[in-house]
């Protein structure tokens, strides 16, 4: 959990000063803890979130520029998105598994 007045429900995701903060948050943590694995939203969001929309967004770009960099982290980093599934099948819970 990250409490920062530049990033809270509400704001404006999209803002690049907004993006980069984020990204530079994410590039953080994975270095203080050699985070080598990340599980972020998929770009619906889940509930069509705007911040769950902009969290995947800028993992992925975070994932993409790492490759680029002058610095890259010195261990491979992948990232996994959850699938959004159609909000009756959230509806279901439990039940889902006889769907699913």
Known sequence: ????????????WFEPKCMNK?????????????????????????TNHENHIAVY????RFIERNKFDEKPIQWPVCAYKLLTT??????????????S
């Open 1 to 12: 959990v990250v409490d920062d007045e530049d990033i809270y429900d509400g704001k404006n």
């Open 57 to 60: 967004h800028v993992v992925r």
């Open 22 to 46: 984020m990204e530079t948050i994410i590039g953080k943590i994975v270095h203080e803890k050699h985070i080598d694995v990340i599980v972020t939203f998929d770009d619906y969001g889940i």
């Open 86 to 99: 159609h909000w009756i099948r959230n509806l279901l819970g439990v039940f889902d598994l006889f769907v």
